[in-house]
């Protein structure tokens, strides 16, 4: 059987889709399994043993556009898939397997999809399965009859190859961090929006703070269009951080957090991402919902204020801002110190790939 998973558009949401893939993956032992997904989320599944082969979505190159997409499903339509199951909500992902011809597509009944679906699954109601955005996924796969129950996994773990802890090792040196004390990784930015996103200036004093009271490296993490906000932090730092923002790429980033010891951030595939590969993490959340997009481990600290329009997961903030506003660096402070004195942090342990 040759199976193809339409995986999700975001980093956060592809790692908490893993536990669905891998139930895909025990069911069909001995299938061919692809995922199709954009390249920086394929880059996130490279390693994790759940697929055969990885098909990039280049949405914004040779598959943009109405040309593309049909460009797209002829390349699928080649490799004769037997089966599609559809974990992007989106009408697009409905559309690519029905031109592709593929006879069994599965997915949830939204978004005007349903005509384009041999199989409409019907969408969780309210209070039928667990918030959490895990639970959503795995959901599909049990209806679709391939698992019995919903497993509630405490901790979704990504493995990294160590010839990439080597080379990140290498690179965070290059960046200026000496490794001889504990290393704060940083992501103060969020792919979503800016009403997700903690003011700068509460980074910076927050991790003053903990450098005043402590021997600690800041590495800040981002991506290119992130570099103000690290910019807008490392300018108010009283010791210069090291700063890969816009200089590091998906694959590198389970590595490179990896080789710190704690995490700091906004609700962001960053957080997921280095909550996947063990590190403690300290996770301001807003405008969004924590019990639906916690990440995935036990060893997480939410921080939050709760003003009546949260949570509104609106990208940008139509008003003031007051749900980030009101988290205060002293609360994010405590929440640190907490991970911080609860032993000595070492470097997250991993599975290597």
């Not at 979503?192 to 903690?198: E, F, V």
């Amino acid at each position: 059987m040759k199976i193809l998973v339409r995986a999700t558009n975001w980093v956060g949401d592809a790692i908490m889709a893993i536990p669905a893939l891998r139930a895909v993956r025990a069911k069909f032992p001995d299938a061919q399994i692809a995922i199709l997904a954009r390249p920086y989320v394929a880059d996130i599944y490279r390693h994790q043993q759940v697929a055969d082969e990885l098909i990039a979505y280049d949405w914004k190159g040779i598959h943009a556009g109405f040309a593309g997409r049909e460009r797209l499903a002829a390349e699928l339509r080649t490799k004769n898939f037997d089966l599609a199951l559809l974990l992007q909500n989106a009408f697009d992902a409905a559309w690519l397997a029905w031109r592709a011809k593929i006879p069994r597509r599965i997915g949830y009944a939204r978004d005007g999809r349903s005509m384009l679906l041999s199989e409409a699954v019907p969408v969780p109601r309210h209070g039928e399965v667990p918030a959490h955005e895990k639970f959503y996924y795995l959901e599909l796969v049990r209806r679709a009859g391939w698992l019995n129950e919903l497993v509630d996994e405490q901790f979704i773990q990504l493995a990294v190859p160590s010839e990439q802890l080597a080379a990140a090792e290498a690179k965070l040196r290059g960046a200026g961090s000496l490794g001889k004390s504990t290393r704060i990784a940083v992501g103060a930015g969020a792919s979503y929006g800016s009403a997700k996103c903690w003011p700068p200036e509460r980074f910076a004093a927050t991790l003053n703070h903990l450098q005043m009271h402590g021997d600690a490296e800041v590495i800040l993490f981002g991506t290119p269009a992130e570099a103000q906000v690290s910019e807008a932090i490392a300018t108010r730092l009283m010791k210069p951080p090291s700063n890969l923002t816009g200089q590091t790429n998906i694959a590198e980033l389970p590595a490179l957090l990896s080789r710190c010891q704690i995490f700091l951030g906004n609700d962001s595939g960053a957080m997921h991402v280095a909550a996947a590969v063990g590190l403690p993490a300290v996770a301001v959340f807003g405008p969004t919902d924590p019990f639906g997009t916690a990440p995935v481990t036990p060893r997480c600290t939410i921080v939050q204020e709760k003003p009546y329009c949260s949570p509104c997961f609106l990208r940008r903030c139509p008003t003031d801002h007051r749900c980030m506003t009101a988290v205060q660096p002293a609360a994010v402070e405590a929440a640190l110190a907490l991970w911080l004195a609860a032993g000595k942090l070492r470097a997250a342990e991993v599975p290597s790939a």
